[in-house]
Nanobody, 123 residues
Framework: QVQLVESGGGLVQAGGSLRLSCAASGRTFSNYYMAWFRQAPGKEREFVAYISWNSGSSTYYADSVKGRFTISRDYAKSTVYLHMNSLKPEDTAVYYC???????????????WGQGTQVTVSS
């Protein structure tokens, strides 16, 4: 059974930092892309970033987080991270980890999803 389990969310002041983790299990993710999405209350789900599971060097970011967030993965720990710096109140959302075979910003193309972790940024 494939599982993606997010952790690391919480409450932080604007300008602060958080690191989200996504522990993946249940299958090999070779040739997969791991992504982070987020959904704020009353808004549609939004792409944040993705990374190639194999190489770890192929990454892509949404313009809204470029330069502030960094996605990485620890191959040995089967874990993907989202390092978030210079957080803004508009970053407040539930953050989801996802896995899919195609590098895309479209959530519909991802096969596996985690349950999400709440990030709240206070002003």
């Amino acid at each position: 059974q494939v599982q993606l389990v997010e952790s690391g969310g919480g409450l932080v002041q604007a300008g602060g930092s958080l690191r989200l983790s996504c522990a993946a299990s249940g299958r090999t993710f070779s040739n997969y892309y791991m992504a982070w999405f987020r959904q704020a209350p009353g808004k549609e789900r939004e792409f944040v970033a993705y990374i190639s599971w194999n190489s770890g060097s192929s990454t892509y970011y949404a313009d809204s987080v470029k330069g502030r967030f960094t996605i990485s993965r620890d191959y040995a720990k089967s874990t993907v991270y989202l390092h978030m710096n210079s957080l803004k109140p508009e970053d407040t959302a539930v953050y989801y980890c996802a896995a899919g075979r195609i590098p895309t910003i479209s959530g519909a193309r991802y096969e596996y999803w985690g349950q999400g972790t709440q990030v709240t940024v206070s002003s």
